[in-house]
T-cell receptor, first 111, second 113 residues
């Protein structure tokens, strides 16, 4: 059974640019959640997708958006990057909103 | 809303010392509770979990008991090793609205040889 995978592992962007992060869910999982972990902090919930629809959102501005595809993989898009967007972005998948399994994360640095 | 509070770090211990990291929570209902560990530069690894009151989660010598009466889920280990040095996060699976994890701020543990 393949676990949750994320790409890329690291990337560096400039303030004002746009970025897309990708996540492949664990086999059989239909729900994907995204979290942002700033340096020295616990992860914060960004949003969740269930069967290709947004199913809930945390306290993040609209420039954070996402997609879930028919194969349940997902993307996180961030527009107009700010320095404070520098963080580890974690994807987690689950079956029908229960226990979530985390990927290794993508570390984003905004300069 | 739901929340998790865990003790501030860093915690510095000598090898073979006893470890306790306190965690308390506020939640609607009886959420599942988790401890995650994060090594430098890495993602989150599930350490242990408990899904109902009085359950004890255990793994790799770590233990935590779900205490409904004190809304606590303290992490303990009888004898720490240098390799246990990491950041530990307490979390709950919130069922208020969207099912999502609520994490504490993390406790850094440093074990000295």
């Amino acid at each position: 059974e393949t676990g949750v995978t994320q790409s890329p592992t690291h990337l560096i962007k400039t303030r004002g640019q746009q970025v897309t992060l990708r996540c492949s869910s664990q086999s059989g999982h239909n729900t994907v959640s995204w979290y942002q972990q700033a340096l020295g902090q616990g992860p914060q919930f960004i949003f969740q997708y269930y069967r290709e629809e947004e199913n809930g959102r945390g306290n993040f501005p609209p420039r954070f958006s996402g997609l879930q595809f028919p194969n349940y993989s997902s993307e996180l898009n961030v527009n107009a990057l700010e320095l404070d967007d520098s963080a580890l972005y974690l994807c987690a998948s689950s079956v029908d909103n229960y226990e979530q399994y985390f990927g290794p994360g993508t570390r984003l640095t905004v300069t | 809303g739901d929340s998790v509070t865990q003790m501030e770090g860093p915690v510095t211990l000598s090898e073979e010392a006893f470890l306790t990291i306190n965690c308390t929570y506020t939640a609607t209902g009886y959420p599942s509770l988790f401890w995650y560990v994060q090594y430098p530069g890495e993602g989150l690894q599930l350490l242990l979990k408990a899904t109902k009151a009085d359950d004890k989660g255990s793994n790799k010598g770590f233990e935590a008991t779900y205490r409904k009466e004190t809304t606590s889920f303290h992490l303990e280990k009888g004898s720490v090793q240098v390799s246990d040095s990491a950041v530990y996060f307490c979390a709950l699976l919130s069922t208020s609205g969207t099912y999502k994890y609520i994490f504490g701020t993390g406790t850094r543990l440093k074990v000295l040889a």
